[in-house]
């Protein structure tokens, strides 16, 4: 099966040459389309009847779980790009409606007080909820905006910008790098300078054999690469050869961060500090800037080893692949870091909200740093994960991590308030859903797609070429593409369903 090669240029111009958006509209953009989550879970709590329909009627549940949780970003990406705060005051104000009304429900009101300090002694679960619905959310946005992204009414200044600027499509690889990183054996205290696997370069053996284990890990993300290489080589797809280069691709960038993080593990053990991930992702970020903005790799992404922008070695046919990496390595190193510090503070409500504040302070400094150097350093260059870009998906990352931590604690406190388990809002909330046996008969699409969120991503590419392939998605209406965004959504979220209540779990 061949793409017409009229119809391939026609799409390869349709996603090539934008300058993108700004920060604002990006980060309202995806917050907005994260509202759905936390006005189901608020539905769930205070409003006993959903909460029972949900368990009693599976129609009843499949309908609630897409409504809130896919159609938001379905619609904020698509047509409602231009209204997203209409959007978000229509979903607020009607969960600020549901939060008053069952803290006004609460008798006496004068223990409100006391309550609350009660509250924050409780007990955190293990799993870390805010973490685990950031990650499915990353996945859940990035399917969508993947298919979005080839019809006409998906807003095209929120498409991948050519090589400088902001888009809401230059952030999926890096949110996706760094919810890795932050739940990442390293973070977890897996791989820290105080491991007993190795101390430095003390044990060779360990070392060898711990770079040889992730090489081992990595191989079926190499495997997709080539995969993905051939199919797209051989049936003339469409392809944006700035993004990566001529042969790269995103599996690529994941198996070399990991790879790479591997071989700089003795390093960062050695290295006299509390933070040592974050110590070595900084002189990183720094040698690989200096490179950029004074040792000629600007010049030498843009234009290529002859100047004339051609691709003459297999190398320079992927520099921006290639080089790219080592700015997401970075990324992942400073994710770890801020990984140790989530898994170190999460024992009660109120170490969450002591984190809360800490965190917010953090994403202040972090976007006034990400704008000064966007203006003052080199503009933010998904193409080359620069350093303003880094600092950029930091700041959103962050950001995110925020609205998650805050809509826990809303959650936490008002179940804590009205004697409600959160586990009956999802399983998300359970310290342990590793049980024999099938898994909850509650149907829970962040449950599924978080079980599975590399097969749900690899099926959602495949369906996006088969899309693409049967229909013209340019000439597409924008009911059209509402409609095939929605089926689209819900098939992936069968197959994750599926799998999830079968106990099935396909690591990549």
């Not at 040459?17 to 205070?46: H, P, W």
């Not at 303003?388 to 179940?415: G, N």
Request: with cysteine.
């Amino acid at each position: 099966l061949l793409m017409d090669l009229s119809y391939k240029r026609a799409k390869e111009a349709f996603v090539s040459g934008y300058s993108g958006t700004t920060f604002l509209e990006v980060s309202t953009l995806i917050l907005a389309a994260c509202t759905g989550y936390q006005v189901r879970n608020l539905m769930l709590l205070t409003l006993p009847f959903a909460r029972e329909a949900k368990t009693t009627w599976k129609s009843f549940s499949w309908a609630f779980e897409l409504t809130t949780l896919i159609l938001p970003s379905v619609l904020v990406f698509t047509v409602l790009a231009d209204h997203v705060l209409l959007f978000l005051s229509a979903m607020l104000l009607p969960a600020a409606g549901l939060i008053l009304v069952a803290v006004l429900s609460h008798r006496p009101l004068s223990q409100l007080q006391s309550r609350f300090a009660q509250a924050l002694q409780r007990p955190y679960p293990s799993r870390i909820p805010f973490l685990s619905a950031q990650r499915t959310f990353l996945t859940l946005l990035t399917v969508v905006a993947i298919l979005a992204v080839d019809f006409s009414a998906f807003p095209r200044r929120l498409a991948k910008v050519e090589t400088y600027g902001v888009g809401l499509m230059d952030v999926g690889v890096g949110l996706f790098v760094y919810a890795h990183g932050v739940t990442s054996l390293e973070a977890r205290g897996g791989g820290t300078s105080g491991s007993s696997v190795f101390k430095g370069w003390s044990n060779l053996a360990a070392y060898f054999g711990l770079v040889g284990k992730t090489a081992r890990g990595v191989l079926p993300l190499l495997v997709l690469g080539a995969l993905r290489l051939l199919v797209v080589k051989g049936s003339g797809y469409q392809e944006h050869i700035s993004e990566y280069g001529l042969h790269w691709n995103f599996f690529f960038t994941i198996a070399s961060v990991r790879l790479l993080s591997s071989v700089l593990q003795p390093l960062v053990a050695m290295l006299p500090s509390r933070c040592p991930y974050g110590l070595m992702a900084t002189f990183l970020l720094f040698a690989y800037q200096g490179f950029l903005s004074w040792g000629g790799g600007e010049e030498y992404l843009l234009h290529g080893p002859l100047g004339d922008g051609s691709r003459p070695t297999v190398f320079s046919a992927n520099r921006e692949g290639i080089l790219s990496s080592l700015g997401y390595l970075s990324l992942y190193l400073f994710s770890v870091e801020i990984g140790k510090w989530f898994f170190g503070q999460r024992n009660t409500l109120g170490s969450l909200a002591m984190l809360l504040s800490q965190l917010s302070l953090a994403d202040v400094m972090l976007w006034t740093a990400t704008s000064l150097a966007h203006s003052h350093l080199q503009p933010v260059s998904r193409r080359f994960a620069n350093g303003p870009f880094i600092l950029w998906m930091l700041s959103l990352s962050t950001l995110m991590s925020v609205f998650f931590i805050l809509w826990d604690l809303i959650v936490l406190f008002l179940a804590f308030l009205l004697d409600t388990p959160p586990s009956s809002l999802t399983p998300l909330y359970q310290d342990d859903t590793k049980g024999g046996g099938r898994r909850r008969p509650m149907l829970c699409v962040m449950s599924a797609v978080n079980n599975n969120q590399m097969v749900i991503f690899l099926l959602a590419n495949v369906l996006t070429g088969a899309v693409n392939f049967s229909m013209n998605t340019l000439e597409a209406s924008s009911l059209t593409c509402v409609a095939m965004l929605c089926v689209y959504m819900t098939s992936l979220c069968a197959v994750a369903v599926f799998l999830y209540q079968h106990n099935l779990k396909i690591k990549l």
